[in-house]
């Protein structure tokens, strides 16, 4: 399978064809329609056998959302793609398509929040189970495989501590067992990480984040082969119906045709702020993959091209006090989400994540702002809480 250059991608989204049907408009009109209708039962008939193809109802196809779809499909070197209302519609669906009643699921235990409480506590009434595992050791993974393991859900990096799994490994092990695997790949995007061409069977993405880019719309795609996504768009993606709309996928079209030209300048940007904060006396740690620091930096270069702006940074100073930091913070707002223009700042417990462990946990997305001005923002900020002693450690 493919797996495209940067420079090859933004071919990919930059480049339509002429198209005489729309004047040659350089975007298409938005297909604002709810269903489409026909002059012929003879090509009705065939279109309704082929909904999954064919244009007939919006809640199916419908060619705004289709094209996206095939750009997605594209990026990510797969033969299908499906967009959905959401990263967590496109999450469940997949997640659903791999298993059934009395399945089992191993996840994780770093995965998106709401995907784990999808899996470990809603999809129990189904009589599933899932295994949350630490992704860092695959033989966790193959320890936590049992008879009825359906599914193997994947998070690389994962987006609060960014740890990685060994894709290929992984992908390897459950071919070998018959097992289905699933990547969230909303952190590195095509862009970056290619885990179909890696064996896996389901790519997953929050477009949200950095493929709408803009902070204004919200949706999800999954990228498989055609095996695995017919049966899936027939099922969880026309019976669950949570379907992207054109307009949103007109807004998100917009966004994907500078992707890869973001990536890059997301990338210079995390890195540059990322390792200013490694030096920084009240930082212990800072997590992001691109970083020599990372101790999984190797296995980051062997399965990743480059990487987003998003990190998160370890301290001693209370959670109290941190938050205080970030109120100050000029350019960082604070907020969930990211992927967007904006810089933004989170601040938690480390014990809401990892129980066992203290600490202050602070994810900083780190936007399109002049890295030096960034910096200057957080470095005033620290210098506050020191001036004012607001730093009392946990001990
Ligand atoms: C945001 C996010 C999701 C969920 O996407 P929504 O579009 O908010 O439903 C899933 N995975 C990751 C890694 C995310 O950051």
Redesign the pocket.
Known sequence: MSQNTLVQQQTIVAHDEHDERHQGAVTKPIYQNSLFTFNSYTTFLASMKEEINASVYSRGTNPTVSELEMRLAKLEGGDRARCFA????A?SSAVLSAVNTGGHIVCVDEA?G??VQFMGTYLQKFDIETTFVNGTSLKEIEGAIRDNTKLIYL?SPS?MFFSLQDISAIAALAKSRGITTIV?N??ATPCYQSPLALGIDLV?H????YVSGHSDS???VIVGRAELMNPLIKNEYLLLGGIMTPATANLIMRGLRTLPLRMEKFQSQGLTVAGWLEKHPLVKKVNHPLLPSHPQHELAATQMRGGGSLFSFETEVTVETMRKWAERLNYFRIGV??GGYESLVVVNPISDYKPEREGTLVRLFIGLEDTNELIADLQSSFEAIIEQSMYPMID
């Not at 959401?86 to 519609?89: C, D, K, L, R, V």
């Open positions: 959401s990263g967590m519609a999450i998106y709401p995907a998070e987006s969230d909303t952190w997953v929050s477009l949200t984040k919200i949706g999800g989400s990211w």
